[in-house]
């Protein structure tokens, strides 16, 4: 039972840090310093990645009509294509490709090294810092790109980059550098927001398959019950936020959560730092 309850708080944290730009995987990484799976090392791996295709299917849910491409209405003949979402599709699998090398070709030699509460403080300073120099180098200019359909293929190759820094270093926050990526090309916020989300589905998708593969699906019940139970609470919690999210960003810019990422990254480095002495 205690491990079920455990599952449920890791789900919360993941559905409220996936879409607020203050990484998510560093959050889990840090509440496994104090609040313990009683799991394997392999299956703690498979779960902090798989957990979050809860999160990605809100994002389904919350904008489907933004992102399946074919129309299907009683009015229309079954099958046409929507051209701006079939193109934005072609936009978010350019900025996929960095981390989709990465992620074949060097995550398991890296993960260990980086995984760690160290680089987390140190990421969420950094990328804290980075979001209010540049929201403040942003104040009171108009942006450049103001829809999805503006964002070019090569929007789309630098933003990826970005989302790149964030799979390399735990603590950046995919959204996070994503966002700031986008900002500082010169996108609004909420079109950030939303190319952000959307960019998570295949990446999840494809970074889970992965790591299921790896594993090989030999779950046991009580590992299949925890992962199910952790993406659900995620999936739900996760709809809350997003909402709460592209209705702050109409009005407010990010800079808060630069703040917050730097105070908590300065707590960690503090109590690490203090413990280990």
Sequence with gaps: MIEILKSILFGIVEGITEWLPISSTGHMILLNEFVTLDVSPEFWEVFLVVIQLGAIMA???????????????????KGIIKPDIFVMWFKVLVACIPAMIYGVLLDDIVEPYLYNATTVAIMLILFGVAFILIENWNKGKKPRINSLAALTYRDALIIGLFQLIAAVFPGTSRSGATIVGALLIGVSRVVSAEFTFFLAIPVMFGASLL??????FGFTMTEASLLIIGMVVAFVVSMGVISFLMGYIKKHDFKIFGWYRIVLGIIVLAYFYLLAA
């Design 211 to 216: 790591k299921l593969v790896k594993f090989g």
């Design 59 to 77: 994002v389904v849910v919350l904008f489907w009509n933004k992102i399946f491409p074919f129309d299907l209405g009683k009015n229309r003949k």
